[in-house]
């Protein structure tokens, strides 16, 4: 059974009992397999009895052959240095292990013919896989921004962390950065954005945030979906995927400007004459106009229709 601390001993080494106890409980924040109360067995098993978890925060575009092959002659010429993590599965028949870290690793040994797979076999939570797995690949340059998010969003899907707070303070990362991400990755809950990348990889969280923030609004969801599916027309036709940053440049681009129509509306008026009244400009420019008489209405109707401007036309 492994056992995983950041914590200094007290003592001595704690006891793996302990220690278990502890990460199940989700106490600690970072976890490293560099660490030296690391003290798992390691076993080899066959790559073919192992799957992903479902979690895990690999694209499938990172699978293949020619993406793995500096690992793969790693491998064959040096053997696997670093262990994976993985749990056992029940009740399936074609997988006995999960693989929480190490998916590449994985990957790559099954290319290799007769080589095992070094792992270490844990029993411990989702909760502390989550935080291993973010740990292990904090660092990690061939993971891009995007799979982290999308991964974070599944993870607070499942329901394993109370809020983004916890995730946060479990991930030792600033709320607003999990809360960035996770928006950013709900493009990916429309089926018809989607279907325009070719993978995970490329995508830009600061584009994709800025995207899923402009589909809030009813009217520029439409078009935006318009302007989504005559795309899919383009790379269904060319049979070929544009660079992501170009589909979200071009998506935000057609998005803005449907931001910005001019309008007026009178929220307030006494005798059939606006007192109250809000308007935006063709720039942009979001105004609240208050008329002279408006001293004849109460302080408390002319901040509700004030209030009532900025939740229907600011933050709709």
Wanted: charged share 25%; glycine share 4%; hydrophobic share 40%.
């Amino acid at each position: 059974m492994p056992v995983i601390s950041h914590q200094e001993p007290q003592n001595g080494v704690k006891s793996k009992n302990k220690q278990k106890n502890q990460l199940s409980e989700g106490s600690l924040t970072t976890v490293k397999l560099s660490d030296p109360f690391y003290l798992g067995s390691l076993q080899k098993v066959d790559p073919a009895r192992c799957r992903p978890w479902k979690y895990h925060n690999r694209d499938a575009a990172w699978l293949t052959r020619a993406r793995c092959l500096d690992l793969i002659v790693s491998i064959q010429k040096n053997g696997q240095i670093e262990p994976a993590i993985v749990r056992k599965i029940q009740g399936d028949p074609q997988y006995d292990y999960e693989i929480i870290c190490g998916v590449r690793r994985w990957f790559a040994c099954s290319q290799i013919p007769n080589e095992k797979f070094l792992v270490c076999l844990t029993d411990v939570g989702d909760k502390t896989c989550m935080i291993l797995m973010h740990s292990e690949n904090a660092d990690s340059k061939d993971i891009s921004e995007f799979e982290r998010a999308f991964s974070f969003a599944q993870q607070i899907k499942s329901g394993v962390f109370k809020n983004q707070t916890e995730m946060a303070e479990a991930f030792g990362l600033s709320q607003g950065t999990i809360s960035k991400m996770i928006k950013a990755a709900e493009i990916f809950e429309h089926d018809w954005i989607k279907v325009l990348f070719h993978d995970k990889l490329d995508i830009s969280v600061k584009y994709a945030y800025t995207l899923s923030v402009l589909l809030k609004k009813p009217e520029i969801y439409h078009l935006v979906r318009a302007e989504a599916l005559a795309m899919l027309k383009d790379i269904e036709k060319n049979n070929r995927f544009p660079p992501a940053a170009k589909v979200l440049k071009k998506l935000i681009s057609f998005a803005k400007p449907n931001l910005k129509t001019a309008f007026e509306s009178t929220l307030l008026t006494i005798g059939n004459k606006p007192i109250v009244s809000c308007r935006r400009d063709k720039f942009g420019k979001f105004y609240i106009v208050i008329g002279n008489k408006a001293k004849e209405l109460s302080s408390s109707d002319i901040e509700s229709a004030c209030i009532k401007a900025i939740r229907e036309h600011v933050f709709e």
